[in-house]
Each structure stands twice: as C-alpha cells, then as structure tokens.
C-alpha cells in the first residue's frame, strides 16, 4: 500500500522553526517529485515547495522563499521542509505529495499529484 505519512506539526511562536517530515511506505520515494502544500481556514490549497525526484531542482512560492527549505534523504525515503522564522500567516494544515515524472531535474506545484498524506498541523501563535 503506497502511503505518505507528515508529522514534525505542532504550536509555535511567531519566528519558531519546525521541520516537517514525509516519509513514504509502499513505494521509492527517489523516483517521485515530492510536493508539500498547505490549507489555512477558509482559504484555497496553495503549494509551498517542491523538489525534484533528483533533488537538484527546488522552488518555492513566494511567501516562503528564504525562510523555508526542502530536502530529501532518499536512503530514508523521506522529505523535509524545514521552516524558519514562522509567522502567524504560516499557520494551515500542510501536506505532501508525490507525483512520478520522467524528467528527474523539474518540479512545480502545479501539477496533478497522485499520492497524498493525510497533512500534519502547523499552528503559529503566540
């Protein structure tokens, strides 16, 4: 059974850092682009990050970018978003996902992933 499993949520304060953690079961994490996303109250699912199957490749969205890292350890078949200096903003349930692509150096949110976790809690607050 393929499944992706987040955890490293929990309550932070305002400029907090957390690492989340997607580790994969039931399949090779190293041959999937990982994607992580987030769903705040009431708002659209956004993407966040990716990072290519390679790991050569990441993006970020904006509102992200230099305060969060993704990464992976294919030999742990896991991925990791490493989030620094939180803000109240970044609070949202947040969640990985992985999609199979040929093309081992791209990722982008944008596409449809195939495999979900069931999302991990991120609550910044003070």
């Known amino acids: 059974q393929l499944q992706l499993v987040e955890s490293g949520g929990g309550l932070v304060q305002p400029g907090g850092s957390l690492r989340l953690s997607c580790a994969a079961s039931?399949?090779?994490?190293?041959?999937?682009?990982i994607g992580w996303f987030r769903q705040a109250p009431g708002k659209e699912r956004e993407g966040v990050s990716c990072?290519?199957?390679?790991?050569?490749?990441?993006n970020y969205a904006d509102s992200v970018k230099g305060r969060f890292t993704i990464s992976r350890d294919n030999a742990k078949n896991t991925v990791y978003l490493q989030m620094n200096s939180l803000k109240p903003e970044d609070t949202a349930v947040y969640y990985c996902?992985?999609?199979?692509?040929?093309?081992?150096?791209?990722?982008?949110?944008?596409?449809?992933?195939?495999?979900w976790g069931q999302g991990t809690q991120v609550t910044v607050s003070s």
């Open positions: 996902a992985a999609i199979h692509f040929p093309i081992q150096t791209m990722c982008t949110t944008s596409w449809e992933y195939r495999y």
């Open positions: 039931g399949f090779t994490l190293g041959y999937y682009a």
């Open positions: 990072i290519s199957s390679s790991g050569g490749t990441t």
